[in-house]
């Protein structure tokens, strides 16, 4: 291949050589069709020793390529430092007594998310920001198109991106085939950390085929994606928790964010109330498009949380988590759908 590149454009130095070939492999292009057009600043100069370029100009600090590689770490370090901190929280300050203890739920909650990232990582192997490097390499989307400044593009795409989850989370409520496939999450008999990762890995695929659509649609920078992303896995995280808020600065803080109490609503066996609060990260769109619902009927210290279809605490079984979807018709949930 490097034979090939060297045959189209014999002047290039060794260094571009090997950043094509490294970017050819990031965006799923032939490094070939690379060298027939000018590389991303960042993906060329990157790589470029200090005496090839011209006089003021400078190397950018990150690449298509090095950005791919610290994805993995930065996800995994800000899942396992959020997760721990809430997992500290909870045993210091909870906001309900459990009733099935972290012995019985947490190991398959775990294994849960283990098998959810294998499968991500085996069939979207670059997933989100995979997608928007390739529509920045290709210019792709919405948002290049409008001129925005960078920070502001950046802050419409985290914006965008949490409406398309939400509307998401509606569809997976109102479509009795998805509803299968999402009542798993809602099938935990308790509320905390590790609810908030729970979900069939059936479900955390179709997600990522309706988020890669979005984000080739978007065309936002790849690491306004990666931000967005760990904001949405550390929210979901925090409004999961059983913790325990002063309630005046709960009542102030879910105007900008989905707080804990706010969600723990959306998980409550009255099918009412699971069919509203979907928000994951901003509480807006629940508030402007009517399924905003302040408090539990029972409030939140008797509510039961789960579905009445399945309090048998051997379904908390890993076993019986991953068969779910496929098992028993479904509940009166989906005939009430339309909430209150």
Not at 147 to 172: N, S, T
Not at 203 to 227: Q, R
């Amino acid at each position: 291949m490097a034979a090939l590149l060297l045959q189209k454009d014999p002047s290039l130095t060794p260094a571009q050589v090997q950043t094509a070939l490294r970017a050819g492999a990031a965006l799923g292009t032939c490094p070939c069709q690379l060298a027939e057009r000018p590389a991303p600043a960042s993906l060329d100069r990157a790589s470029s020793r200090p005496e090839d370029l011209a006089e003021g100009e400078t190397v950018e600090p990150a690449s298509a390529t090095s950005l791919l590689a610290l994805e993995p770490a930065i996800r995994i370090a800000a899942f396992g430092g959020v997760f721990a901190l809430m997992a500290l929280w909870e045993l210091l300050a909870p906001r309900r007594p459990l009733a099935i203890g972290r012995r019985r739920r947490w190991p398959s909650n775990l294994a849960i998310v283990a098998l959810d990232t294998l499968a991500v990582r085996l069939l979207f192997p670059t997933a989100a920001v995979g997608t928007a490097l390739l529509g920045e390499a290709r210019g792709w989307g919405i948002l290049p198109r409008l001129g925005l400044p960078g920070w502001l593009a950046a802050a419409v795409a985290c914006v965008a991106l949490d409406l398309a989850v939400y509307l998401q989370h509606v569809l997976f409520h109102a479509v009795p085939a998805l509803w299968r496939v999402h009542r798993m999450h809602h099938a935990d008999l308790d509320f905390d950390v590790t609810t908030g990762s729970r979900f069939h890995p059936l479900e955390i695929v179709l997600s990522m085929g309706w988020k890669l659509t979005i984000v080739a649609a978007l065309g936002p920078a790849a690491v306004a994606v990666l931000a967005f992303e760990v904001l949405l896995n550390a929210t979901a995280m925090f409004n999961h928790g059983n913790v325990r808020l002063p309630e005046r600065l709960d009542r102030w803080l879910r105007w900008i964010v989905v707080t804990p109490d706010m969600h723990r609503v959306h998980h409550s066996v009255v099918s009412a109330e699971t069919n509203s609060n979907f928000g994951f990260n901003l509480p807006w769109w629940d508030r402007l498009l009517g399924t905003y619902r302040a408090q539990p009927m029972a409030g939140h210290d008797r509510m039961t949380i789960g579905l009445e279809q399945f309090r048998d605490p051997t379904d908390l079984r890993l076993d019986r988590m991953l068969i779910q979807p496929f098992r028993e018709p479904l509940a009166s949930h989906q005939a009430s759908r339309a909430g209150p």
